[in-house]
């Protein structure tokens, strides 16, 4: 198993570009994360699925979009890119447990700079 | 608000030396809390979890309800122990992770 996979592994952007940030996991996980991890700051949660077609917000979702279409799938889109969203973002996934979360599974990052 | 602190962003130790990364929460209930560790080029990974009461790589952490800290410990540490480590509790409520800002252990020879 590939686990879960990131792409791009880095990118810079202008301001008010758009792009999307690919996640694919092969775990056959339900639950799906994205984390952004500023410098000196641990990951803060962006948006998470618990399943095909569910997304919901996370702590801070400005400025972001999912989508969920599939179990495998979940893309992290930026609109309008700002210099406040230049960071290293993470996705995860994990199995539910329980109604709580399981062991989280990190991909290796992208990371992101807005110019 | 829930909140999750390690008060250090940097800790230093000679091989062999004991180790304490700290990590205090503001969590009522009873979170389930983690350690998470990134290794130099390396994706983030579970250390442990206090569910399991269980040792990983000579690490163990105790939950401590009355001080509300989950602080992670080894008696003598390595040099293959230098990453970032991370606490994170889930709280019972949203059954989301919360990370700390992390913990830079630097284990020098």
């Known amino acids: 198993n590939a686990g879960v996979t990131q792409t791009p592994k880095f990118r810079i952007l202008k301001i008010g570009q758009s792009m999307t940030l690919q996640c694919t996991q092969d775990?056959?996980?339900?639950?799906m994360y994205w984390y952004r991890q500023d410098p000196g700051m641990g990951l803060k949660l962006i948006y998470y699925s618990v399943g095909a077609g569910i997304t919901d917000k996370g702590e801070v979702p400005n400025g972001y979009n999912v989508s969920r279409s599939t179990t495998e799938d979940f893309p992290l889109r930026l609109e309008l890119a700002a210099p406040s969203q230049t960071s290293v973002y993470f996705c995860?996934?994990?199995?539910?447990?329980?109604?709580?979360?399981?062991?989280?599974?990190f991909g290796p990052g992208t990371r992101l700079t807005v110019l | 608000a829930q909140r999750v602190t390690q008060p250090e962003k940097l800790l230093s130790v000679f091989k062999g030396a004991p180790v304490e990364l700290k990590c205090n929460y503001s969590y009522s209930g009873s979170p389930e809390l983690f350690w998470y560790v990134q290794y130099s080029r390396q994706r983030l990974q579970l250390l442990l979890r206090?569910?399991s009461r269980e040792s990983i790589k000579g690490f163990t952490a105790d939950l401590n309800k009355g001080e509300t800290s989950f602080h992670l410990k080894k008696p003598f540490a390595q040099e293959e122990d230098s990453a970032m480590y991370y606490c994170?509790?889930?709280?019972?409520?949203?059954?989301?992770?919360?990370f700390g800002q992390g913990t830079t252990l630097q284990v020098k020879p």
């Open positions: 775990m056959n996980h339900n639950y």
């Open positions: 995860a996934s994990s199995l539910p447990r329980g109604g709580l979360t399981d062991t989280q599974y």
């Open positions: 994170a509790p889930i709280s019972s409520n949203t059954g989301k992770l919360i």
């Open positions: 206090h569910i």
